[in-house]
Nanobody, 128 residues
């Protein structure tokens, strides 16, 4: 019964910012990994950023380091992705996913694109 719902997507100009939110329900575990993934048309799904619930361990794709920041609120079962200095190549559908119990390290979830539950996604378009 675990569900993930993404929100916050939209259209922004290059250099602009967006904040994505993921709300999870049906959680019973306190130990899990949660993260953001994206998929652009004609391209493979990519792990953007992942974080552990029980530590500050995080992973960021090289393409977003220094521009994106992931944050979580365990009590509310939410995870946000603050996206700054957006580029046209950031255009994609962004998905939230949960790995519970953790399959591996936080790096492994993002790199291997391992999620047990996925949201429906929210569209981010960066364009003039």
């Amino acid at each position: 019964q675990l569900q993930l719902v993404e929100s916050g997507g939209g259209l922004v100009q290059p250099g602009g910012s967006l904040r994505l939110s993921c709300a999870a329900s049906g959680f019973t575990s306190v130990d899990y990994t949660i993260g953001w993934f994206r998929q652009a048309p004609g391209k493979e799904r990519e792990g953007v950023s992942c974080i552990r619930s029980t530590s500050n361990s995080t992973y960021y794709a090289d393409s977003v380091k220094g521009r994106f920041t992931i944050s979580r609120d365990n009590a509310k079962n939410t995870v946000d992705l603050q996206m700054n200095s957006l580029k046209p190549e950031d255009t994609a559908i962004y998905y939230c996913a949960v790995d519970v119990p953790p399959w591996g390290t936080v790096d492994a979830m993002c790199i291997m694109k391992h999620g047990d539950y996925w949201g429906q996604g929210t569209q981010v378009t960066v364009s003039f």
